[in-house]
């Protein structure tokens, strides 16, 4: 699809006599017709795919998934599985069939002093066993280790959950500390039933996603034609409620100080606070009034470039898929790298303590059982690496489809024909020229979620060495407080970057560059924009997922249009989130949109453009 004919624009300049000219302005899709911005980047992200493709190959080579799902013994065999390289250290004499039958995994807690210990004697049994049996030991080639009990006896009634016999019942207090950890985590009956009632609920579900979508094109209705209607009945909203709450508490605070409480007179403080932020904002909000009333116009145009441009909606779509997609890639292949096979070279030799109830020791004998731990040297790199591309990766996506949405609003201002905004034509200008650029912004997300890590791991550390500090863990968290107030004020450079590229097709550090000055500039209309929107998407979201849940409940209990169900709250809370994960969609694109009119807007009045044909949303925008 051809790009569409750009908006001529001018602005007036000094000439060299002192007088003033007109000089030509490219924006939109004009700006976004150069050479590809932040090159460097785009090929730095290249080579780490390469590298990632690498540590796929080398992972997947190597990996073992079975070793995860069916688990490992204490000599590395898989229980269960006795084909090649899943049973390196086989019982003699014992034949596949035999082997195949022993596909639960069985841990000795109650011969052990630590829980952990448990975990690196497994045994492979073929069912679970029950309190006062015994569990054989078995070995490799070379036999039963020296050290190594001939039997276990079992001190609890164990249960299969996901072929590991764990604890079922109460008997010691380490068993019973292993079966409350099992029993937090045994979602499987629970799960199967909500997919049976879900499914009961098909026909509910249908008729809830119709609702949805007609509740976000009503909600971008009411956005676009009572924009400030809904600005002045939430701020009266908040308002009654500072008024309800101070007169809630000075009555309160008055009935304790009859009674001689002295904490009646802390409730009447915060009824006068109550009162007083009520007051600075009803101030603020009449000095504000014509920026109120320009947020709102912003908003309004928002709404209408969504209703004007239905097929928007694809994008999101779009990065759903991509981002589902990278996500099953890098948890694939987080699977492989942790189940890598073991290697020779790398052998960690543990020491557990074994004591009462085994076989051959005496009543509290205590046995050494060295139990070989096999770690391959690169396991732990290749998890970092993974890591860090993953969310490099995730936040490119990320970045990709926010770019991609500023861009088509960006057309969409800058051009007196409101149909060229199209995200095809948006889709083809981003792949074609700023790649670059989403990767350095996404480089810079995943380098501040990084250092806000490391600094977690390592307060962590610190706090072990110190003790209980108060100082050191204050300090700490004041560090950790800064930091994620860092790594926000990135997230929102990098959108605001992204908006002013759409506009001017500069790279990243020149847009960020240009986006803190027109913020800053603007500091006041910004907050105003940003609030307005921040309202009106949560207006949004409640009607939609209010509306939506009010509508399921009563098909599912008065209607009866699917009778079948029989607990209502299992389906009702999947409409529910089904109805916030689309009404965020909406709401997102809606945030990003404003987002991208606001810098138009901006950069509009700084450079006083005057448009040769006439354009609405530019004359009504110019803040």
């Not at 010691?172 to 009956?189: E, M, N, P, W, Y």
């Not at 810079?444 to 003790?467: C, H, N, Q, W």
Request: charge should be negative; aromatic fraction near 10%.
């Amino acid at each position: 699809m051809s790009a569409p004919a750009p908006q001529e624009a001018t602005r007036l300049v000094d000439d060299a006599e002192g007088g003033e000219a007109e000089e030509e302005v490219a924006f939109g899709v004009r700006a976004n017709r150069g050479l590809c911005t932040d090159t460097l980047f785009l090929l730095l992200w290249c080579v780490a795919l390469a590298g990632f493709g690498l540590v796929a190959w080398v992972a997947v080579r190597s990996g073992n998934p079975w070793r995860l799902l069916y688990g490992t013994d204490y000599l590395g065999n898989v229980c269960g599985k006795a084909s090649e390289g899943n049973a390196p250290n086989l019982p003699p004499g014992m034949s596949a069939e035999e082997w195949g039958r022993r596909d639960r995994l069985w841990y000795p807690f109650g011969d052990v002093d630590d829980w952990h210990d448990g975990f690196k004697l497994g045994l492979c049994v073929e069912a679970c066993p029950d309190e006062g049996t015994y569990v054989d030991v078995y070995g490799g080639a070379a036999g039963v280790p020296p050290h190594m009990p001939k039997k276990y006896h079992v001190d609890y009634n164990s249960a299969n959950y996901l072929r590991r016999c764990l604890p079922g019942e109460n008997n010691t207090a380490l068993v019973a500390k292993i079966h409350d950890i099992v029993q937090a985590f045994d979602v499987s009956s629970l799960l199967s039933e909500s997919i049976a009632e879900i499914g009961n609920a098909q026909q509910t579900l249908y008729y809830s996603l119709g609702v949805v979508v007609g509740a976000s094109a009503v909600w971008l209705l009411l956005v676009y034609c009572a924009a400030i209607p809904m600005l002045v009945l939430s701020i009266l909203a908040v308002l009654g409620g500072f008024v309800a709450a101070g007169v809630l508490s000075y009555e309160h605070g008055s009935d304790l100080s009859r009674d001689g409480d002295a904490a009646g007179k802390w409730f009447t403080v915060l009824a006068y606070v109550a009162w007083a932020l009520g007051g600075l904002l009803a101030v603020a909000c009449l000095c504000l009034a014509g920026r109120i009333k320009a947020g709102a116009d912003v908003v309004k145009y928002s709404s209408r470039l969504l209703l004007a441009t239905p097929s928007i909606v694809a994008l999101p779509l779009i990065h759903a898929c991509l981002l589902l997609g990278w996500i099953a890639a890098g948890a694939v292949t987080a699977l492989y790298i942790e189940t890598m096979n073991h290697e020779e070279d790398a052998v960690v030799n543990y020491t557990a303590q074994v004591h009462h109830g085994v076989e051959g020791l005496g009543a509290g004998g205590v046995a050494s059982v060295d139990v070989v731990d096999h770690v391959p040297d690169n396991k732990t790199y290749l998890h970092i690496y993974n890591t860090i591309f993953f969310f490099w990766t995730a936040f490119f996506i990320t970045d990709i489809h926010y770019l991609t949405t500023s861009l088509v609003a960006s057309f969409w201002y800058w051009h007196s024909d409101l149909s060229c905004g199209s995200p095809f034509v948006a889709i083809a200008t981003m792949l074609r020229h700023h790649l670059g650029t989403c990767a350095f912004g996404s480089a810079i997300l995943t380098l501040g979620k990084g250092i806000r890590y490391l600094l977690t791991r390592a307060e962590k550390l610190v706090l072990k060495i110190s003790g209980e500090n108060g100082k050191v863990e204050g300090a700490l968290r004041v560090v950790c407080c800064c930091l994620c107030c860092l790594e926000c004020c990135l997230k929102f450079l990098t959108e605001k970057a992204y908006c002013v590229t759409a506009v001017e097709g500069s790279g990243f550090c020149s847009a960020a560059q240009r986006a803190v000055s027109l913020v800053v500039s603007n500091v006041v209309r910004t907050a105003v924009i940003e609030t307005v929107a921040t309202v009106m998407s949560f207006i949004g979201k409640l009607l939609i997922v209010g509306g939506t849940g009010a509508f399921a409940y009563f098909c599912l209990v008065e209607w009866g249009v699917s009778p079948e169900v029989q607990h209502v709250w299992q389906p009702l809370v999947f409409v529910v989130i089904m109805a916030y994960l689309i009404a965020s969609v909406f709401v997102d694109l809606f945030g990003m949109i404003v987002d991208t009119l606001m810098i138009s807007s901006f950069i509009d009045r700084e450079m006083h453009v005057e448009p040769r044909y006439g354009h609405d949303i530019r004359r009504q925008l110019k803040l």
